[in-house]
């Protein structure tokens, strides 16, 4: 049995991988042999497929809906079909441990990893536990917390606050390349819009709406999604991007204000940033209400405003923006305050210790 071999699985948002992607360069270079274990269609497949050193197995999954729906139907079958594929990959892998950001993807693997006996460790970044973390937590060892509450809803024997894991890539953006990227100027603040890994539909509308009072105030960097490019609103100040991989170090750095649905891992990283940020995050119609828990925790410490979806109209979301840029100075002084202990470092030394045991 290889001592460092690790099994990593988290996907169906961007969120779900992102954690991942940050542990897994370290891992690496300390000389782990990975292996990921993803949907087949996944956005994981995507990003981690695009890494090298990495292997990627893909297995069935359900998606473990909350509304009726015949597919529910499908769905426990298609569960334990993935349980089936990933009992076996783990038994032809021999991980000495297993490392899950989430998902629905990551159920199958954490049942699989205890019927075979390897300690699994899950990191959650809501506030409240997620549906897939919830059904996980009896099968793993240890569950990391992004959030200080969220230990309130974890057993307490397997629960730790780690802070928020952010990926070192983000530091090094360089503000000459987001310009030139851009064709931007200095002479007035960069807004950079982002409505989730597969965009927003309801935000898209609204900020193309009000795109002529912002773009007065603002120039506008739009991560708009898959398919959501709309080149009849193409003009100086205003640059549209479906989705971004490398190029998003150099936007942050010179962004000045962020508006953002709001996923836990993106809200820590502009928290880590510095960027002050408008939240809008998704209603309880279209999710199971994390991201407004998220948002209002973030909003209660001053890091951000919060425009629930239910308000969100072009009046109220450029009065919001400009208010947000009047303040942004005391909110950057706040959020330099806050303190995490060394999230990504702690979690590579829980994974080493489940690996040892």
């Known amino acids: 049995m290889n ?3 690790i099994i990593i699985t988290g996907g169906g948002t961007a969120g779900h991988v992102m954690v991942n992607l940050a542990i897994i360069p370290v891992l690496l270079k300390e000389g782990w042999t990975i292996d990921y274990i993803g949907s087949k ?6 990003l981690i497929s695009e890494l090298e050193g990495v292997n990627y197995h893909s297995i069935s999954t359900g998606k473990l809906r909350r509304y009726m729906s015949i597919e529910n139907i499908k769905d426990p079958f298609k569960v334990l079909k993935g349980t089936l594929q990933a009992f076996r990959i783990i038994g032809k892998k021999k991980p000495v441990v297993i490392f899950s950001k989430g ?6 693997v954490l049942i699989a990893s205890k019927l075979r006996g390897v300690p699994a460790v899950i990191h ?3 506030y409240t536990p997620g549906l897939a973390n919830k059904i996980a937590i009896p099968f793993a060892k240890k569950v990391l917390a992004t959030f200080k509450e969220t230990l309130e809803y974890i057993p307490a024997q397997k629960a730790e606050w780690v802070g928020a894991v952010v990926r070192d890539e983000l530091f090094t953006g360089d503000k000459e390349t987001g310009l ?3 064709n931007f100027k200095r002479d007035k603040d960069v807004l950079l819009i982002m409505g989730g890994s597969v965009g927003s539909k309801k935000v898209n509308e609204a900020v193309r709406e009000a795109l002529d009072q912002l773009l007065t ?3 506008i960097i739009h991560i708009c999604g898959k398919d959501n490019i709309d ?3 193409e003009q100086p100040g205003y640059i549209q991007y479906e989705y971004v991989s490398d190029e998003l170090k150099d936007l942050l750095e010179i962004a000045d204000i962020v508006l953002s649905r709001a996923g836990a891992n993106s809200i820590f990283e502009f928290l880590a940033l510095n960027k002050p940020m408008l939240l809008i995050p998704l209603s309880k119609n279209a999710s199971r209400g994390d991201q407004i828990v998220n948002a209002q925790s973030f909003k209660k410490q001053g890091y951000a405003r919060v425009l629930e979806e ?3 109209t072009v009046d109220r979301l450029v009065q919001d923006l400009v208010s947000l840029q009047k303040e942004k100075t005391a909110v950057i002084e706040k959020m330099k305050n806050y303190q995490s202990v060394k999230a990504k470092d702690r979690v590579i030394e829980i994974i080493k210790e489940e690996a040892k045991e």
């Open 3 to 5: 001592k460092k071999q």
């Open 41 to 46: 269609r996944g956005i994981e497949k995507d």
């Open 103 to 108: 998902g629905f993807v990551s159920v199958p």
């Open 124 to 126: 959650e970044s809501d």
């Open 180 to 182: 030139r990227l851009t």
């Open 217 to 219: 105030t603002f120039q």
């Open 231 to 233: 080149s009849s609103y």
């Open 310 to 312: 239910e308000n969100l």
